[in-house]
Nanobody
Framework: QVQLVESGGGLVQPGGSLNLSCTAS????????MAWYRQAPGKQRELVAA???????NYADSVKGRFTISRDNAKNTVYLRMDSLKPEDTAVYYC???????????WGRGTQVTVSS
């Protein structure tokens, strides 16, 4: 059973930065496409950033140029660096893993990010 554990969420002022981490266990990490999603109150869950098993990155338009996704396969970890944070970035951020052949996927429990003065 694959498990995803996020860390690094918290309260930050507008314009500040946070670094999120997601560590996977019970899986061959390098075979997974990894992604960060977020869900704000009253909103649908949306894709924030993704990185394929081959290292190809994609970003939502709303975070492009501010967020950076990366992965360290040796540590079974995917990261999300968030810079120039805005109040509208406030949400629960979820880590997601999916096998490259789409036969399995898993979600973390989420970590709260709050951007407020």
């Amino acid at each position: 059973q694959v498990q995803l554990v996020e860390s690094g969420g918290g309260l930050v002022q507008p314009g500040g930065s946070l670094n999120l981490s997601c560590t996977a266990s019970g899986t061959i990490f390098k075979l997974y496409n990894m992604a960060w999603y977020r869900q704000a109150p009253g909103k649908q869950r949306e894709l924030v950033a993704a990185i394929t098993s081959g290292g190809i990155r994609n970003y939502a338009d709303s975070v492009k140029g501010r967020f950076t996704i990366s992965r360290d396969n040796a540590k079974n970890t995917v990261y999300l660096r968030m810079d120039s944070l805005k109040p509208e970035d406030t949400a629960v951020y979820y880590c997601h893993a999916a096998l490259v052949d789409s036969t399995f996927n898993s979600w973390g429990r989420g970590t709260q990010v709050t951007v407020s003065s």
